[in-house]
């Protein structure tokens, strides 16, 4: 009276419920899996690189002595902006 020819539960229309369910959950991981790949990309690399190498440059420049401190300072406050 219950259950329908498949064995399943007729206000969850049988097997067709069951088989949602590992599908469901293969949806989901996958949304989590591409939201965690965007979240975690660093769209700022390249300029970070370029910036990292100023630094490089203008350390370099420093302790050769083509700069003094006081040109030093200044540049370095207009790099890391």
Same mark, same amino acid.
């Given at each position: 009276m219950?259950?329908?020819?498949?064995?399943? @539960? /007729?206000?969850?229309?049988?097997?067709? @419920?069951?088989m949602?369910?590992?599908? !469901?959950?293969?949806? !989901?991981?996958?949304?989590?899996?591409? @939201?965690?790949?965007?979240?975690?990309?660093?769209?700022?690399?390249?300029?970070?690189?370029?910036?990292?190498?100023?630094?490089?440059? +203008?350390?370099? /420049? @420093?302790?050769?002595? *083509?700069?003094? *401190?006081?040109?030093?300072? +200044?540049?370095?406050?207009? !790099? +890391?902006?």
């Amino acid at each position: 009276m219950f259950c329908n020819v498949y064995g399943g @539960f /007729r206000g969850y229309g049988g097997p067709n @419920f069951f088989m949602m369910i590992p599908m !469901l959950i293969i949806f !989901l991981a996958i949304i989590y899996f591409v @939201f965690k790949a965007i979240s975690s990309k660093n769209f700022n690399a390249p300029i970070d690189k370029y910036s990292s190498n100023a630094m490089d440059i +203008l350390n370099e /420049r @420093f302790v050769k002595g *083509e700069i003094d *401190e006081e040109e030093y300072s +200044l540049k370095k406050k207009q !790099l +890391l902006k």
